[in-house]
């Protein structure tokens, strides 16, 4: 089972792109709070980036603002390419399938 759950706030506004097939995509920036505190005493925050498709991206972009809390649900999908020296790459990203906004 391949499953992702993120809740945290949206970094920056969502821009709403097309792909040559006409498929719309954007991509999420969330600031999700750790489950610790640091030795201070502050919550620590990971940035993560997510990407949303079709109407889901659609939707995102219409109602979402910086600053909103955002749940994600999803799943990890991981990218491998040959890079332009000949060294395969990796790469492991977070496809948001359903994202609502807590209000």
Avoid: H
């Avoid at 097309?18 to 030795?39: E, Y």
């Amino acid at each position: 089972m391949n499953g992702v759950f993120l809740v945290g706030k949206l970094v920056e506004q969502p821009e709403l792109k097309t792909t040559s097939t006409g498929l719309k995509l954007a991509n999420l920036i969330l600031d999700v709070n750790r489950n610790f505190r640091s030795q201070n005493g502050d919550l620590e925050v990971e940035r993560f980036s997510c990407t949303i498709w079709r109407a889901v991206a659609e939707t995102v972009i219409d109602t979402c603002k910086v600053g909103d809390t955002i749940i994600v649900r999803g799943r990890l999908q991981a990218n491998n390419y040959m890079a332009k020296d000949d060294t395969q790459k990796y790469n492991t990203e977070i496809v948001a399938e359903n994202v609502s906004i807590v209000r």
